[in-house]
Each structure stands twice: as C-alpha cells, then as structure tokens.
T-cell receptor, first 117, second 116 residues
Framework: GAVVSQHPSRVICKSGTSVKIECRSL??????MFWYRQFPKKSLMLMAT?????????EQGVEKDKFLINHASLTLSTLTVTSAHPEDSSFYICSGQVRQGAGYEQYFGPGTRLTVT | AQKVTQAQTEISVVEKEDVTLDCVYETRDTTYYLFWYKQPPSGELVFLIR??????QNEISGRYSWNFQKSTSSFNFTITASQVVDSAVYFC?????????????FGSGTRLSIRP
C-alpha cells in the first residue's frame, strides 16, 4: 500500500508558541489530504480537508486561524498550530487520498503526538 | 447525516476466546464504504478491511472475519482464537464511495484487551 509519513512523530512545545506538523505522501500524489485529531481514549475527529493549491475546508467548530493548513504540493501538507495552548495537546493524524480504479483510497500517516506545556 | 456507532466501549476476554466487535452505521448514501481499523498503543492506524455497500458477502482473513448485514446496517468484526497481540482499539468507519474528498467518519472505538 501507499505510504504517508508525518514529521515530527512527537513534539513538546511551550504555551504560546507555534508548531508545524508535516504530512507527506511518499510514493503517490495526494490531491486531497485530511487532518484528524484524536484526544486520549477518544475517536478520530476530522478537522479539515485540504486540496492541493487551494484553501482548506474546515469542519464546524475548528478554528481556521488557529490550525493553519497548507497543501503546497501533491505530496506535502502542513498543519501549523498557532499560539498553542495545553488544550491543543492531542494526537494529530493526516491521510492522503489517491484515485484507484473507479474509487478513491485514503492512506493514514503514523500520527504526531503534540504536548503543549 | 452519516454516523457510526460502536456500543461496546471496552471488551476484555481471555486469550483463545472468540470475540465479536459490533458496529452499526447510518447513512443516506446508496453507495458507501465501511472500514475497520486497528489502533495499537503506538497510535498508528492499521487498515484491516474495506467493504463497499454493493458487496454483502462475508469475508474471512485468517482469524478475522466480518459480517456485513445491510438489513440491520451492521458490519460486525469477529476475532477467532484471540491472542494478546490483538489487544488494541478497533474503529469501525464509514465514507461515501467513489467520491473525491470523501471524509471518513469514525465510530467511537472499542478497546479490546486480551488477557493471557
């Protein structure tokens, strides 16, 4: 299957700083990438959908000015958590979508664990 | 609206027992995909299966089997002869089929613990 990587895998930052998470599709071109957030012992919640070269579409309740998403190329999307607060601590997972046959497949990255102190 | 319900929050069984994880879904789409993912303590999602709404055949893969019943909107997952390595959180999920930028809706997950 196709491979999606995320960097960093873990990050600790101080409250008030910004942190960037990268999501890369290593062996395929992802026209669409998705960003999910997972609180401890909870499910994955979609934050936003990003298409290469255009603005991301955010889910209801997700602050677009706080969670900046850039999808500059078909293999890279970035999520920047701006002015991070402890409540932003979470597990962030991205996925890349690629067309396969008549449909689409979505491949998930390994996740990034963010801790804000 | 699409919704996935996993009523079992946690299940604990002794090794070698069979265990079934329930999944009930809601959708107005006529074509859709159903998924099961495994999330071990490392956090990485492991894809287990995708089933499209046209295919109601049950599937078996080793110790894993899936029962898709459109009439009851259920897609249950059974592990036969469970092993300690099966301990993880399992997510059932749903998405529209054959649609670009189709989001995957996850259930709340079932935490499975296999005791030696």
């Amino acid at each position: 299957g196709a491979v999606v990587s995320q960097h960093p895998s873990r990050v600790i930052c101080k409250s008030g700083t910004s942190v960037k998470i990268e999501c890369r599709s290593l062996d395929f071109q992802a026209t669409t990438m998705f960003w999910y957030r997972q609180f401890p012992k909870k499910s994955l919640m979609l934050m936003a959908t990003s298409n290469e070269g255009s603005k991301a579409t955010y889910e209801q309740g997700v602050e677009k000015d706080k969670f900046l998403i850039n999808h500059a190329s078909l293999t890279l999307s970035t999520l920047t958590v701006t002015s991070a607060h402890p409540e932003d601590s979470s597990f962030y997972i991205c996925s890349g979508q690629v067309r396969q046959g008549a449909g689409y497949e979505q491949y998930f990255g390994p996740g990034t664990r963010l801790t804000v102190t | 609206a699409q919704k996935v319900t996993q009523a079992q929050t946690e299940i604990s069984v002794v090794e070698k027992e069979d265990v079934t994880l329930d999944c009930v879904y809601e959708t107005r789409d006529t074509t859709y995909y159903l998924f099961w993912y495994k999330q071990p303590p490392s956090g990485e999602l492991v894809f287990l299966i995708r089933r499209n709404s046209f295919d109601e055949q049950n599937e078996i893969s080793g110790r894993y089997s899936w029962n898709f019943q459109k009439s009851t909107s259920s897609f249950n997952f059974t592990i036969t002869a469970s092993q300690v390595v099966d301990s993880a959180v399992y997510f059932c999920a749903l998405s529209e089929a054959w649609v670009s930028a189709s989001k995957i809706i996850f259930g709340s997950g079932t935490r499975l613990s296999i005791r030696p």
